[in-house]
């Protein structure tokens, strides 16, 4: 049997645990709960909601005065929210209180003049929100590569999905400041914490294991980015979202098996996955 360590801070952070419970009071408290779009980036804690009756409307027109919808943690884009508002029965707004920060930086660096970049995932709900809350020019970059080839501009002003490298922010903030004419470039340190820790201590258990597991939603981005961060130091990395996912060919040979998960993933699952690894390992 393989040892199985968990983690530090692997799973649900501070955030999506608030969002999570104002959805589950909003269920007790309001009839015809809905979440817009799906309230965090996992389809197992989005079937449980199901589960109880909490639909997932991804579509503005699917909203009608009987509902009450809750705004994800990721957060919605200014004229989504004002839309949902004008439609829905009530609006309770279920978005991180970091992922607002991002949105309230990129709104005063492009009230105050700077061209904004973004750096982030274009197709990202939280990348789409950020940007509406810009009423001047904005850059989505989400590489050094796609940094270097933004134009030269008076000044910018330089914000990060939540989500984001620490490290791979730093080396793209570097090459913003020299498209700068005046020098002036204002960077706001909008990467969450959770995300921080999350990954130092993924990072650091992935370097001392046989296997590392990552558990999370395929469509989450925090996950898939613990995912790369492990492969990079442990080849034997695999992406999950349930224990139906671990076969013995991952396992082979394996004396440790380390186990992290992202923001997103609740706590039942990174259980149900060490217990299996546990009873299935030889
Ligand atoms: S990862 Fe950070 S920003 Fe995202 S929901 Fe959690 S606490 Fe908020």
Same mark, same amino acid.
């Given at each position: 049997?393989?040892?199985?360590?968990?983690?530090?801070? *692997?799973?649900?952070?501070?955030?999506?645990?608030?969002?999570?419970?104002?959805?589950?009071?909003?269920?007790?408290?309001?009839?015809?709960?809905? %979440?817009?779009?799906?309230?965090?980036?996992? =389809?197992?804690?989005?079937?449980?909601?199901?589960?109880?009756?909490?639909?997932?409307?991804?579509?503005?027109?699917?909203?009608?005065?009987?509902?009450?919808?809750?705004?994800?943690?990721?957060?919605?884009?200014?004229?989504?929210? *004002?839309?949902?508002?004008?439609?829905?029965?009530?609006?309770?707004?279920?978005?991180? =209180?970091?992922?607002?920060?991002?949105?309230?930086?990129?709104?005063?660096?492009?009230?105050?003049?700077?061209?904004?970049?973004?750096?982030?995932?274009?197709?990202?709900?939280?990348?789409?929100?950020?940007?509406?809350?810009?009423?001047?020019?904005?850059?989505?970059?989400?590489?050094?590569?796609?940094?270097?080839?933004?134009?030269?501009?008076?000044?910018?002003?330089?914000?990060?999905?939540?989500?984001?490298?620490?490290?791979?922010?730093?080396?793209?903030?570097?090459?913003?400041?020299?498209?700068?004419?005046?020098?002036?470039?204002?960077?706001?340190?909008?990467?969450?914490?959770? %995300?921080?820790?999350?990954?130092?201590?993924?990072?650091?258990? *992935?370097?001392?294991?046989?296997?590392?597991?990552?558990?999370?939603?395929?469509?989450?981005?925090?996950?898939?980015?613990?995912?790369?961060?492990?492969?990079?130091?442990?080849?034997?990395?695999?992406?999950?979202?349930?224990?139906?996912?671990?076969?013995?060919?991952?396992?082979?040979?394996?004396?440790?098996?380390?186990?992290?998960?992202?923001?997103?993933?609740?706590?039942?699952?990174?259980?149900?996955?060490?217990?299996?690894?546990?009873?299935?390992?030889?």
């Amino acid at each position: 049997m393989p040892k199985v360590t968990i983690a530090d801070c *692997a799973g649900f952070c501070f955030g999506v645990e608030r969002a999570i419970k104002l959805v589950y009071d909003a269920r007790k408290n309001h009839d015809n709960v809905v %979440t817009f779009g799906p309230i965090i980036h996992n =389809p197992q804690a989005v079937s449980d909601l199901e589960s109880m009756g909490v639909f997932v409307k991804n579509s503005i027109g699917d909203i009608t005065s009987a509902m009450t919808a809750v705004i994800r943690t990721h957060g919605a884009s200014k004229d989504d929210a *004002a839309q949902l508002n004008a439609r829905a029965h009530s609006v309770l707004d279920a978005t991180c =209180p970091f992922v607002k920060k991002v949105q309230s930086a990129a709104q005063e660096l492009s009230k105050a003049g700077y061209s904004v970049v973004v750096v982030g995932e274009a197709d990202h709900p939280e990348v789409h929100g950020i940007i509406s809350y810009i009423d001047g020019e904005y850059f989505n970059v989400v590489s050094v590569e796609e940094a270097e080839k933004l134009p030269e501009r008076d000044k910018y002003g330089v914000v990060a999905q939540t989500t984001q490298n620490g490290k791979a922010y730093d080396e793209i903030v570097s090459v913003v400041k020299t498209k700068a004419i005046s020098a002036d470039v204002s960077v706001a340190y909008t990467i969450c914490n959770a %995300t921080h820790n999350r990954q130092a201590a993924a990072l650091e258990l *992935a370097k001392h294991v046989d296997v590392m597991i990552i558990v999370g939603g395929r469509n989450s981005a925090n996950t898939t980015r613990l995912y790369q961060l492990c492969k990079a130091v442990c080849e034997r990395t695999y992406h999950i979202e349930t224990k139906a996912e671990v076969s013995s060919v991952m396992m082979a040979d394996a004396a440790h098996v380390g186990i992290s998960a992202g923001a997103s993933t609740p706590n039942f699952i990174v259980s149900q996955v060490k217990d299996y690894i546990l009873e299935n390992g030889k």
